[in-house]
């Protein structure tokens, strides 16, 4: 059975602190690991990471992923309240297309 | 920018009753999924579909559970004799066949409570 290891589950900073969230993973056959930021309702797709050491970015937000160690880490710089969310981490297979989710971090920002 | 939608985004209903909740993908995508979580809980997967089939289910997606496409643009889930345990969270989400193929968008989702 496929699974998803996030930490910390609960996440409090201030305004302008820099956050890293963790991910770790088993699963047969892994194709790539997503990451979502859930606020009130819906997962807001953020990166899609299928490669080793390859950073992506987008503004203040940065991602990696160890295929080796099997895990992911999410950077958040210059954090702001708008942050404030729950990142949900989740992997896919190569065969089929589900993803498999954990249970997120519950980040809080303080102005 | 394109997005899913889901309607209604609340729905209650009593126990015993069927219920069939919509979606819009996204209009270029090919393949359609249905999670749902459960207040508190994961995000879990229900099943996906493409090319007008199931292509994958999970443990969740019984017998009282079906999903179709009975349009060029909507994908549904019904549920033929609700629980109290089906009230959760459902989303919709899609992903394209071509260019970011692996990525899935999610819909607003729809609250489902069962009394």
């Known amino acids: 059975e496929d699974k998803v290891v996030q930490s910390p589950l609960s996440l409090v900073v201030h305004e302008g602190d820099t956050v890293t969230l963790n991910c770790s993973y088993e699963?047969?056959?892994?194709?790539?690991l997503l990451w979502y930021k859930q606020e009130k309702k819906a997962p807001t797709f953020l990166f899609m990471l299928t490669s080793s050491g390859i950073e992506k970015k987008s503004g203040r937000l940065s991602s990696i992923l160890d295929k080796k160690e099997l895990f992911s880490i999410l950077n958040i710089t210059a954090t702001q309240t708008g942050d404030s969310a729950v990142y949900l981490c989740?992997?896919?297979?190569?065969?089929?297309?589900?993803?498999?989710f954990g249970e997120g971090t519950q980040l809080t920002v303080n102005p | 920018e394109p997005e899913v939608t889901q309607t209604p985004s609340h729905q209650v209903t009593q126990m015993g009753q069927e219920v069939i909740l919509r979606c819009v993908p996204i209009?270029?995508?090919?393949?359609f999924y249905w999670y749902r979580q459960i207040l508190g809980q994961k995000v879990e997967f229900l099943v996906s579909?493409?090319?007008?089939?199931?292509?994958?289910k999970s443990e969740i997606f019984d017998d009282q559970f079906s999903v179709e496409r009975p349009d060029g643009s909507n994908f549904t889930l019904k549920i033929r004799s609700t629980k109290l345990e089906d009230s959760a969270m459902y989303f919709c989400a899609s992903r394209g066949t071509s260019g970011r193929v692996y990525e899935q968008y999610f819909g607003p989702g729809t609250r489902l409570t069962v009394t």
């Open positions: 209009s270029n995508h090919l393949y």
């Open positions: 579909f493409y090319n007008n089939e199931i292509s994958e």
């Open positions: 699963v047969t056959n892994f194709r790539s």
């Open positions: 989740a992997v896919s297979r190569t065969s089929g297309s589900r993803l498999t």
